[in-house]
């Protein structure tokens, strides 16, 4: 069935690579910031629509989100402009997203959200981590802290949410390597890392995936078909978003 989507955060690395692959059997609409960027989008199949999650007011979101079947946000700072412009983008933009969906009249839009794993909370270190991975989360945690806190106020936020159907996907460290076509999806480790075409693989086959919903899944390099290793870690319907 053809969907109506619109991914915002449109010109990300990962969004680029997902227009690419929706466009071919939906309608896809990318958000953009600039006019600069509305040629890459229309090159991937899609229509760009410039807003701003920093300028651009809530009911202009909502506006866009009308008749959508599917949100994506994969937008963030990127840590460019410091913890202020990581909360603006990563945190309050998020928050922009899932008001201005809740604010559609008549049927709500799905979001997939982009999170990343081992967004949780600080104090409780889950069951299933090695000392590797404890060791990893320590790393990353003191490299990037700000984009830490800020992804799981956000996170928390979203997992509170009732009135529309939400999915994060939670992929550990991204590369910029030719996807592999296979992933280990669902409660795992933090590492390897994994190819931006694979997740945008693995965000695209959520877009027929309502039975996703309320799920936070995680997502890291591996040996299993994306569709066959996404299928399974739905079916087990065990949220790693563990709060
Ligand atoms: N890097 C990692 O290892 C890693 C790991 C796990 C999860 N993630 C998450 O994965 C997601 C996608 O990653 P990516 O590599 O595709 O990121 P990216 O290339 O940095 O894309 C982020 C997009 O967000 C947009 N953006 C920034 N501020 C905005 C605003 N005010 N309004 C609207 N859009 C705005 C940027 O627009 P411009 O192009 O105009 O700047 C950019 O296109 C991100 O949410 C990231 O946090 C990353």
Not at 63 to 70: L, Q, R, T
Request: no cysteine; hydrophobic share 40%.
């Amino acid at each position: 069935m053809s969907l109506k989507i619109i991914i915002v955060g449109g010109h990300g690395k990962v969004a680029l690579r997902l227009a690419k692959l929706l466009s071919s059997r939906h309608e896809v609409t990318s958000i953009v910031r600039t006019p600069e960027h509305e040629a890459d989008i229309k090159a991937a199949s899609a229509t760009p629509l410039q807003l701003s999650l920093e300028e651009s007011p809530l009911s202009e979101f909502s506006k866009a989100f009308e008749a959508k079947d599917v949100v994506y946000f994969s937008a963030g700072a990127g840590g460019k402009g410091g913890e202020e412009r990581t909360k603006a983008v990563d945190y309050e933009g998020a928050v922009k997203v899932f008001d201005a969906i809740e604010a559609v009249q008549g049927k709500k839009p799905r979001l997939v959200l982009v999170s990343a794993i081992d967004i949780r909370d600080p104090e409780k270190i889950p069951a299933h981590y090695t000392e590797e991975d404890i060791a990893l989360s320590k790393r990353v945690r003191g490299a990037i802290p700000a984009y830490i806190k800020w992804k799981y106020e956000a996170d928390k936020n979203l997992a509170k949410r009732t009135t529309f159907k939400w999915t994060m996907l939670r992929p550990g460290g991204l590369t910029d390597e030719p996807g592999t076509g296979k992933a280990t999806i669902g409660r795992t480790h933090l590492s390897p890392t994994i190819a931006r075409d694979d997740v945008a693989a693995v965000l695209a086959l959520l877009a027929e995936r309502e039975d996703a919903a309320g799920l936070g899944i995680d997502l890291v390099g591996g040996e299993t078909p994306l569709a066959d290793a996404l299928d399974a870690a739905i079916k087990k319907g065990e949220t790693d978003f563990l709060g």
